[in-house]
């Protein structure tokens, strides 16, 4: 058991002073965990895409609704690509791994931003996925692109405007695309005020924090992600775990933030070994809040 006091990071540095040694950046997207409410998710988005319905996925901020989706949808990024460009081996492969447009809405939306980026998207991914399967545009018609995208997914769809709604629920109706609404929960309760819209939806899934015996098998690689390690062997180790799983509830965002503050925490104090006490001081940096 340590005895010393954990030192705490001091105040951030000054505005334009650049990061310190103990500043401890994680720009780059830790690896995708295959977790059950990814599998659960797939099974639903796939059945959205199959009968072409409307579904809402509502869950709590940090959950990993985004990552999710993403993954699932795999959609390739056709910034420079023209509806009919020729398509490379390395965007083909891409083209033909992508199983739905991923499409977020920005803060401020009105039907025709909507049709501007998510409907050049259907179109583009589309024509994209015929050439990739047939070779050649031969036969290309719009008609024949729209229907070769199923399934749309919008995440941060509680931005969404009434009108921006309606448009999207046109928008699935005359392309004949499967969508996906994801937000916070609530989203399912604000979309049955729109009689038509909501008559629509097939579907509602929840997006629920890991199970604590799932995080328990997930935490290990996770933590190594960000240089942490619990020794199964060790006590303080053990404890430090159970601390982790209890103050985060299957959070993965907040797991992220801990264990970040945890290696800024436990290079300040240059150690290696984790206990409770990091995690206490860890926990102590972060705003946790009743939404996480
Ligand atoms: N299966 C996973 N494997 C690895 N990292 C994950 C996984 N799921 C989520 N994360 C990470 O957890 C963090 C939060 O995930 P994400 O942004 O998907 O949450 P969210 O539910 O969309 O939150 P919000 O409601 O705030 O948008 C991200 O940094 C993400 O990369
Ligand atoms: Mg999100």
Redesign the pocket.
Known sequence: MATKRVRLPGPPPSAGSGSTLLTIEFPV???????R??ARFVEFAEACAHYRYIGVCH?????????????FAKFPDLTGYGAMDPIGPALAHQIAQCRAVFYTVAISNTPKSIDLLLGNGVLKIGFARMTVATGSYEGATYEKARLACPLVIV??ADRLTIKSLEHLRDMADRHGFGLIL???PGLEKRLARYAQLYSRIGFVHE?KPLTETEMRL?LAT?AA?FAITFDPTDLDAIEAQAAVIRITRG???L??RIFAQMRRIMTLNHVEAVNTEIVQAARDCLVIGSGN
């Open positions: 997207e830790q690896p995708f965990l295959p977790t409410e990814h869950g709590r901020p940090g959950v990993g609704k985004t990552r999710s989706a993403r993954e995440d941060e994801m937000g916070m997006f997930l996770h992600d959070n993965f965002r797991m992220e």
